[in-house]
Structures are given as structure tokens and as C-alpha cells.
């Protein structure tokens, strides 16, 4: 069992609406976590990250984590079709020994 | 402020033979990691360098090797590839050594044949 579990999708939601991403995690040293975004041929872009359990908010975006039951989101408001890409959480422990341990990704399309 | 830049973008390999990446940071940062992105296993921690030194190490076999120069870029070498070893390898820079904001190249695309 992978330490971060993500649904790979696809994911197809209507543009204009809200986009609910979740992963859930085994790992209990990660003490933060990222959401990065990643095109077709491109690298991971980093969105945002939180540290320990609470949201965090960025424009459109929003991440979320509870620490007690391991489970990660991040929130898309007003989706748009550039959105559509492959989504991929992350955790790190406090000592980053082990790097990044990401999801294998959710590819989401907002349709036009 | 320019990104994360890695050479070549794609490589074709023989079963056998050796490759060498290149990273360069973006300036001012001391740390690079690198990662092996393949559709089975998704992306996965090869090593990270932080002024000149292996901080870090993922569980790959020691065919994989890097090094880190004064002025923080990066090489990672494969040595005897296998056609596993087929995947696109990415390198992520932050100023910290495993700083939460880590950004990632465009990545090196290695095919194995």
C-alpha cells in the first residue's frame, strides 16, 4: 500500500463548478502537505501547501487537511478549462528525510 | 527570475549503457532533489543535495548517483541502464534543504531501448 492514495480519475466536472480533490495517507510523521498541478509533458507546479491539520486559502483554491483521520483536499472554485490536468498531493515529514511522498495524481477535466 | 532548467529534455539509451542529467536551480537556491516519475509507480524520491552534499537518499539501487557543484547545479548519473529505468526524471529546487516550496523543471524524458 502506497504511504499517499489519490483516485486517479478522470475527474469531469462542468465548467464554473466546484472541484473536490482528496487524498487520503498513512504516513503519521508527514507534518505538511502540497498540492501540486501538473500539465501534460510539464513538471509538477506547486499550489500551495499547509502545515498540520487546518485550510488554507489562495484564490480559487483551498486545501484542507485533518491530520486525525489523514485525509487531504483541495477545493477548485469557479473552475475553468485551463484546470484541466493531473492533480497531485504530497506529504513531507518534519525532517524531509524520506523527500516528498506523492500520490500517483487524480487527472481532472473541466469541460467547456 | 528564471526557472528550474534541465538537460537534455529527452534521451534515447541502449540497455547497458550510462546517462548523465543536468539540473540547474533556480538562483539563489542551495537545494535539489531528484525524482523518478513513471506511470506504475508515480513520482518517487531518487536523492536530494544541499551545498555539495547528499542529504537524502530514496530506496533505488546505487546505479543512481548525483553530485552537486559549488554553484548548486546538479547531475544524476545512471549507470548499466535497464529497461526499467525508462521514465521522465525530474528535478525540484527550493532554498532549504526539504523546504516545503520545492519547484520542479520541465524534467529529462529517458527512454531505454
Known amino acids: 500500500q502506497k504511504e499517499v492514495e489519490q483516485d486517479p480519475g478522470p475527474l469531469s466536472v462542468p465548467e464554473g463548478a466546484i472541484v473536490s480533490l482528496n487524498c487520503t495517507y498513512s504516513?503519521?510523521?508527514?507534518?505538511?502537505f502540497m498540492w501540486y498541478r501538473q500539465y501534460s509533458r510539464k513538471g509538477p507546479e506547486l499550489l500551495m501547501y499547509?502545515?498540520?491539520?487546518g485550510n488554507k486559502e489562495d484564490g480559487r483554491f483551498t486545501a484542507q487537511v485533518d491530520k486525525s483521520s489523514k485525509y487531504i483536499s483541495l477545493f477548485i472554485r469557479d473552475s475553468q478549462p485551463s484546470d484541466s490536468a493531473t492533480y497531485l498531493c504530497?506529504?513531507?515529514?518534519?525532517?524531509?528525510?524520506?523527500?516528498?511522498?506523492f500520490g500517483k495524481g487524480t487527472h481532472l477535466i473541466i469541460q467547456p | 527570475k528564471a526557472g528550474v532548467t534541465q538537460t537534455p529534455r529527452y534521451l534515447i539509451k541502449t540497455r547497458g549503457q550510462q546517462v548523465t542529467l543536468s539540473c540547474s536551480p533556480i538562483?539563489?537556491?542551495?537545494?535539489v532533489s531528484w525524482y523518478q516519475q513513471t506511470p506504475g509507480q508515480g513520482l518517487q524520491f531518487l536523492f536530494e543535495?544541499?551545498?555539495?552534499?547528499?542529504?537524502n537518499k530514496g530506496n533505488f539501487p546505487g546505479r543512481f548517483s548525483g553530485r552537486q557543484f559549488s554553484n548548486s547545479r546538479s547531475e544524476m548519473n545512471v549507470s548499466t541502464l535497464e529497461l526499467g529505468d525508462s521514465a521522465l526524471y525530474l528535478c525540484?529546487?527550493?532554498?532549504?534543504?526539504?523546504?516545503?516550496?520545492?519547484?520542479f523543471g520541465q524534467g529529462t524524458r529517458l527512454t531505454v531501448v
Open positions: 504530497a506529504g513531507l515529514s518534519g525532517g524531509g528525510a524520506d523527500g516528498l511522498t
Open positions: 499547509t502545515y498540520s491539520s
Open positions: 543535495y544541499f551545498s555539495e552534499t547528499q542529504r
Open positions: 525540484a529546487s527550493s532554498r532549504f534543504s526539504q523546504n516545503t516550496e520545492a519547484f
Open positions: 504516513n503519521s510523521a508527514f507534518q505538511y
Open positions: 538562483s539563489g537556491h542551495r537545494s
